[in-house]
Structure formats: C-alpha cells, structure tokens
C-alpha cells in the first residue's frame, strides 16, 4: 500500500508563490507516476502536472510555464512550484500516485491553497 501525505497549501495572496509537498511512504517502489490534480467548488478535479519516475512530465495547458512539478525520488516526494498564484488557483490540490500499469494505487487527502485578489 502507498500513503500519500501533501502539505504546503495556504491562503495566499495574488502573485505569490507556493510549493507543495507530497510525500510517498509504503510500497513506494510501486510508484511509476505521481501528480498533481485539482478540484475547485463547482469544477471537476483536473490534471494539473505529472512526473514519472524516469522525469518525464505532463501539464495542462494552461499551467505550462507557471507551475513546475518535481521529483525526489530518493525522497519519495513530489513537489508542485507555483508561480504567479492567480484567484483562479483556488482549490484543493490532490497528489496521486500511479503504477506502471496507469492504475490508481492512491490518492491524498489533499491541500487547500486558497488566493485571495
């Protein structure tokens, strides 16, 4: 089994910056891939990055160039950096976690990154 653990979110204002936390802990040699979702009040959870193990990576759109996300393999940790926080950040941000079969084997509980204009 993998526990996922984030931290690092906050109320913040505009323009700042944040860098989540997530840290991996159990059968972490399962882990192929690890990322970063999103869900806001009224929206579906969203893809915002993902990392495999080996450093490839997977934005959305609409990110690329603002959040980076990162990898400690040693560490077992992911990290999301975000950039130039926008009102329209707002949400709870997820790490997940992936086989190298593309299965779900889980999810944290999440982190609230809250941006105020």
């Known amino acids: 089994q993998v526990q996922l653990v984030e931290s690092g979110g906050g109320l913040v204002q505009a323009g700042v910056s944040l860098r989540l936390s997530c840290a991996a802990s159990?059968?972490?040699?399962?882990?192929?891939?690890m990322g970063w979702y999103r869900r806001s009040p009224g929206k579906q959870r969203e893809l915002v990055a993902a990392i495999t193990s080996g450093g490839t990576t997977n934005y959305a759109d609409s990110l690329k160039g603002r959040f980076t996300i990162s990898r400690d393999n040693s560490k077992s940790t992911a990290y999301l950096q975000m950039n130039s926080l926008k009102p329209e950040d707002t949400a709870v941000y997820y790490c997940n976690a992936e086989n190298m079969f593309y299965s779900v084997i889980s999810w944290g509980q999440g982190t609230q990154v809250t941006v105020s204009s």
């Open positions: 159990g059968s972490i040699f399962s882990i192929f891939t």
